[in-house]
């Protein structure tokens, strides 16, 4: 397997162009299996589940090209409702397909799905909205199967704003008799790209980004063409190694005001920022604790847990990190502690004492976002790191190592044992 040879104590700087958000694309391209037709996807990265999904969408019967980051999704030959189990497997945003499978065929079958294991993700609320709005669900010998003669609007009220469940209720109620409304909805800025596109194709959705969506059934879609947003988490990761190294970035490609409460937080920790329309610059040079409680957006994204909390190591004082939404998500701690950091957990909560600096040592990315948190420590820490397991870290960063050299980080690929 390869992995990274990380050479620290390097301040990056330069510019760096942020990709579109894997966030978006997956539940983007499947929705593209609600109609008939090619569908064309800009700025979609190359990334290890963008290319899981793709796999899917083929089984299906899509015929999908790709033009450097251009995707052409052919839906014309999808005749299949039913995903193989070893795919489902793959990755936690294949749970998207339900959706639009159940509104283009009134039926699906599919596995309890896979992906990184930060903790316990039930999809019931995915099952509780495709029920109110007609579904008749199953889950039996490790799959559920959904079918519904006709769908019709309802109204669906979540206990908690699941983006997931909330993208699938979308899905499944723009081929939906009647108005759907769903209640206490997610609001992360992905929804409202999922609804742009989904309007393009003729869908009538309105109230992404706020918690009541409305959605009012039409009774077919056409094939469009949508530019995928940038990629959040990939943004911040940036900024917080552009904090961390001590350097001075700018990162592009992105909309700041998505950022908020990211860059409002490193302020806090010392940052300096200067936003512009479409950037933020970014340099720091002493850093201070801070405390974070992650929070559905618009609170801090449970995503940037990671980065920030290896930011945190090498901050002066004491700093607080409190993870309220995935209960298995501070994996990362004990390889940062392999480079020095003196991190306690306790339940949900991480208790971070600053250290001078970090040490290189052997570590191993234990998730995706784990993944990215022990790339920032390698860049600051004193000596040579190695991380294992970059898989992981490519399921959502595009070309991460690339990028790095390209603002002077000393990162390489290589082959691993």
């Known amino acids: 397997m390869e992995k990274f040879i990380v050479k620290g104590e390097v301040q990056i700087s330069g510019t760096v162009r942020i990709s579109g958000a894997k966030n978006a694309t997956l539940p983007i391209m499947a929705a593209t299996l609600l109609c008939s037709g090619i569908s064309v996807i800009h700025d979609v990265p ?30 014309t030959n999808v005749y299949k409702a039913e995903i193989p189990e070893h795919l489902m497997r793959e990755m936690r945003a294949s749970v998207f397909l339900m ?36 579904a008749k669900v199953d889950e039996s010998f490790g ?50 790209d999922l609804q742009a596109l989904l309007n393009k194709m003729g869908a009538k959705v309105s109230g992404a980004g706020t918690d009541t969506i409305r959605i009012d059934g039409v009774n077919k879609l056409m094939p469009a063409e949508h530019t995928v947003m940038f990629d959040r988490i990939e943004a911040g990761t940036f900024l917080m190694a552009g904090v961390m190294t001590r350097g001075d970035i700018l990162v592009e490609n992105i909309i700041p005001e998505y950022l908020f409460s990211v860059t409002d937080k490193l302020q806090d ?26 929070l559905p957006y618009p609170g801090f994204p449970t995503d940037l847990q990671a980065p920030m909390l290896s930011l945190v190591t090498i901050a002066k004082g004491t700093s607080i990190i409190t993870e309220t939404i995935f209960e298995n998500r501070f994996k990362h701690v004990d390889e940062l502690t392999r480079m020095g950091a003196k991190i306690k957990v ?24 784990a993944g990215s948190a022990l ?5 600051t820490a004193e ?35």
């Open 46 to 75: 190359y990334l290890r589940d963008i290319q899981a999904m793709q796999d899917i969408l083929t089984v299906l019967g899509a015929k999908i090209t790709r033009q450097g980051h251009t995707m052409l999704i052919d839906t």
């Open 99 to 134: 959706g639009p499978l159940l509104g283009r065929f009134r039926k699906v079958r599919v596995s309890y799905p896979g992906g990184c294991a930060i903790g316990p993700r039930p999809i019931n609320l995915h099952i509780k909205a495709l029920e109110r709005i007609g």
């Open 143 to 192: 799959y559920i199967d959904a079918e519904a003669e006709e769908l019709s609007g309802g109204e669906v009220n979540f206990d908690f704003p699941s983006v997931g469940a909330t993208e699938n209720a979308i899905m499944a109620a723009v081929l939906a008799k009647g108005t759907t409304i769903i209640r206490n909805a997610a609001r992360e800025p992905e929804i409202v």
């Open 269 to 294: 920790i010392g940052a300096q920022i200067i936003t512009g329309k479409n950037s933020i610059r970014i340099r720091a040079r002493e850093l201070r604790g801070v405390d974070i409680k992650t």
């Open 346 to 369: 306790e339940g949900r909560t991480a208790v971070i004492r600053g250290v001078p600096k970090l040490t290189g040592a052997i570590v191993a990315a234990p998730d995706l976002r």
């Open 375 to 379: 790339v920032l420590a390698a860049l």
């Open 383 to 417: 000596g040579t790191s190695e991380i294992e397991q970059v898989y992981h870290i490519e399921r959502g960063y595009e070309s991460i190592e690339k990028k790095l050299q390209a603002l002077g980080a000393q990162i390489v690929k290589a082959q691993g044992n």
